[in-house]
Structure formats: C-alpha cells, structure tokens
C-alpha cells in the first residue's frame, strides 16, 4: 500500500490520532502550520474532493472537523481546508479536511 494516510488508516504507519469512528480517522498534521492543525481523512481511499460521491461520508468528514474542532478547545475559531487535485495544492492524494486553529488565522482570500 503506498497511500500514506491509508497506512495511517491501517495502522502501519503512526499518526498522533485524535479522534476515530467507522467512517473517518482525525489525526496531527507531521508539519502543523497553526498551533493546532489536524487533518479528518474517511477510512476509505478517496482520491480527493473531486473524487467523492458519498453524499453521507461528506457529512460524516465535516462533522468530524467539528468534532476536533470541540475536542482541541478551538471555541475561539478555527477554520477548515480541502485542497483539491494539482490547481488546489494537493499533496498528498488521499481527501482530508485541514482543520486549523489555536491562533488568529490571517486572511486567505485576497481579490485578483
Ligand atoms: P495537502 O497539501 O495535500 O492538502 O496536505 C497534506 C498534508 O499532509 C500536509 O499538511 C502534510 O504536512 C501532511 N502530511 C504529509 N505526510 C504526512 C504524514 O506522514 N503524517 C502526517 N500526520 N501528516 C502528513
Ligand atoms: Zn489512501
């Protein structure tokens, strides 16, 4: 298997997990870029947002984002981020949610 989050998933690789049900794994991002920094991934390989065609795994992914949002203290906010195929800056090829937090996060959206 070369997919590293479904190494993760599957146990062989490690991951600092912070939440895990039967749909969805939640762990620490290997190179946070905010004090808090976890990524949500479904169990399943999916390649990427515009891969996905699970109506209820997408509600399963953003609820779990909440979820971590709660269980890591994020009251003050946070925010979450799909990077989607090449023109998205996707690196690794498995679909997960960046939920980012624990500091006040700067403008990401600028006008052209
Ligand atoms: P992308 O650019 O694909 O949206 O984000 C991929 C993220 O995965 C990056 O923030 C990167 O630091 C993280 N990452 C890459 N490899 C690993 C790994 O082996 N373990 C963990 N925990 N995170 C990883
Ligand atoms: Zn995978």
């Known amino acids: 298997m070369t997919c590293i989050f479904c190494r993760i998933v ?45 109506r209820r ?6 609820f779990a984002a909440s979820e971590v949002a709660r269980l890591c203290g994020l009251e003050r906010g946070f925010r979450v981020i799909a990077n989607a195929r090449h023109d ?7 679909l997960h949610l960046h ?3 624990g500091k006040r996060l700067g403008r990401m959206l600028a006008p052209l």
Not at 88 to 94: A, K
């Open 10 to 54: 599957a146990g062989e690789a490690p991951a600092r997990i912070v939440l895990a049900d039967e749909h969805v794994l939640a762990f620490h991002d290997i190179r946070p870029a905010a004090p808090v920094h976890v990524l949500v991934v479904p169990r399943a390989h999916v390649a990427s947002l515009w891969e996905l065609d699970d």
């Open 88 to 94: 998205g800056g996707q690196e690794v090829d498995h």
């Open 57 to 62: 795994l997408a509600g399963h992914l953003l």
């Open 99 to 101: 939920v980012l937090g």
